[in-house]
């Protein structure tokens, strides 16, 4: 089997997925998709390593979900860092 090819997302799709992500409205498996992907940009890279830290930096606790609230604001961070560019 020939290995996938890199995906090359806009910083829009990027944001469009991580907002799915914190408003409810991505489907059940985009998330886990967009932290698998093999990425072609060393920046959407970074991205993507950032959002997948927040679980582990920012345990969800007794509410359970992906972290706790410190982890949803850093994701918020990057998606405003994503839309201004």
Not at 8 to 36: M, N, Y
Not at 49 to 73: I, V
Request: aromatic share 10%; proline share 8%.
């Amino acid at each position: 089997m020939a290995p996938m090819k890199p995906w090359r997302p806009t910083h829009a799709e990027v944001a469009d997925i991580i907002e799915g992500f914190l408003d409810g409205t991505c489907g059940p498996w985009d998330w886990d998709d967009f932290l698998s992907a093999r990425i072609d940009s060393p920046y959407l890279t970074s991205v993507q390593e950032r959002c997948d830290r927040t679980r582990d930096d920012y345990p969800p606790g007794r509410e359970g979900g992906w972290s706790s609230e410190g982890g949803l604001r850093v994701l918020r961070r990057i998606l405003a860092e994503l839309r201004g560019k």
